[in-house]
């Protein structure tokens, strides 16, 4: 016969019950603070060992589902998920997809301009006073000439996130942590020379003013202004390596 059939593969017995498990938790049939069955009794129920049951758990922590507390009132609990949480595997997982090559450079640059005009509408709107506050502390630390590449890309990071604080939009807010934190690295690697380093904190400088005067419209100028020129130096970096 002329058939191929692939290799089976099977799934651990400790993955399918951290699956289960995980399963009950997200469709809400387990709640937040809610405590698990015993080690013996998760083994009797999926009817496995005691270690399998352990390996099982061990992977609902990682993924920070279940926290275990020892004593007479301990036990394995549900954690209640926080946002910051989640959105940092949603960043490793988009990180990796970047550096695989698996994203376009006119994709990136698209998403970048639809959600970061967005945010600085919002952020025009509902910034506070800390969040002006942190742009402006980043704001110094980039006007510093010694400043190493690497440290100016942090820096800028956490100047796009106070703007995604700033719309007060809890969705949004989770989306941008990962969408800044993998993509805006990339942008701004291209900010190593003196020269690109200082007209990106010029249009820092007039992106602040806009959000402190909450100038909608000044702020998304300038904001397109500024994902345009990286793109556009990207493009001739590309074209540099060919």
């Given at each position: 016969m002329g058939?191929?059939?692939?290799?089976?593969?099977?799934v651990s017995l400790?993955?399918?019950?951290?699956?289960k498990?995980?399963e009950?938790?997200?469709s809400?049939?387990?709640?937040a603070d809610?405590?698990?069955?015993?080690?013996?009794?998760?083994?009797a129920?999926?009817?496995?060992?005691r270690?399998?049951?352990?390996?099982?758990?061990?992977?609902?922590?990682?993924?920070?589902l279940v926290?275990?507390?020892?004593?007479p009132t301990g036990?394995?609990f549900v954690n209640?998920?926080?946002p910051?949480?989640l959105s940092?595997g949603l960043?490793s997982?988009?990180t990796?997809l970047?550096?695989m090559?698996?994203f376009?450079?006119?994709?990136?640059?698209?998403?970048?301009w639809?959600l970061e005009?967005?945010c600085?509408r919002l952020?025009?709107?509902?910034?506070?006073q800390?969040?002006l506050?942190q742009?402006?502390?980043?704001l110094?630390?980039q006007?510093?000439?010694d400043?190493t590449?690497?440290e100016?890309c942090?820096?800028?990071?956490?100047?796009?996130?106070?703007i995604?604080?700033g719309t007060?939009?809890g969705?949004?807010r989770?989306v941008?942590?990962?969408?800044?934190?993998a993509?805006q690295p990339?942008a701004?690697?291209i900010?190593f020379?003196?020269?690109?380093?200082?007209?990106i904190?010029?249009?820092?400088?007039?992106?602040?003013?806009a959000?402190?005067?909450?100038?909608e419209?000044?702020a998304?100028?300038?904001i397109?202004?500024?994902?345009?020129?990286?793109?556009q130096?990207?493009?001739?970096a590309q074209a540099?390596?060919r």
């Open positions: 058939i191929d059939f692939e290799p089976l593969s099977t400790s993955r399918q019950i951290a699956d498990i995980r009950a938790i997200l809400g049939s387990l709640q809610d405590r698990l069955p015993t080690e013996e009794e998760l083994a129920k999926f009817d496995v060992s270690p399998t049951i352990r390996e099982a758990l061990k992977r609902l922590a990682a993924q920070n926290r275990s507390r020892r004593g036990g394995t209640r998920p926080k910051s949480d940092e960043t997982a988009m990796l970047v550096g090559g698996e376009e450079l006119d994709e990136i640059n698209l998403a970048r639809e005009t967005l600085c952020a025009a709107q509902n910034r506070q800390e969040h506050e742009m402006t502390m980043e110094k630390l006007q510093q000439d400043l590449p690497e100016f942090a820096s800028d990071v956490r100047f796009h996130r106070a995604a604080d007060q939009n969705v949004l989770f941008m942590f990962a969408v800044i934190e993509l990339i701004n690697m900010a020379r003196f020269r690109e380093r200082e007209l904190v010029d249009q820092h400088e007039r992106l602040l003013q959000l402190n005067d909450r100038d419209a000044l998304v100028s300038v397109q202004e500024q994902i345009d020129y990286l793109h130096q990207q493009l001739k540099n390596r």
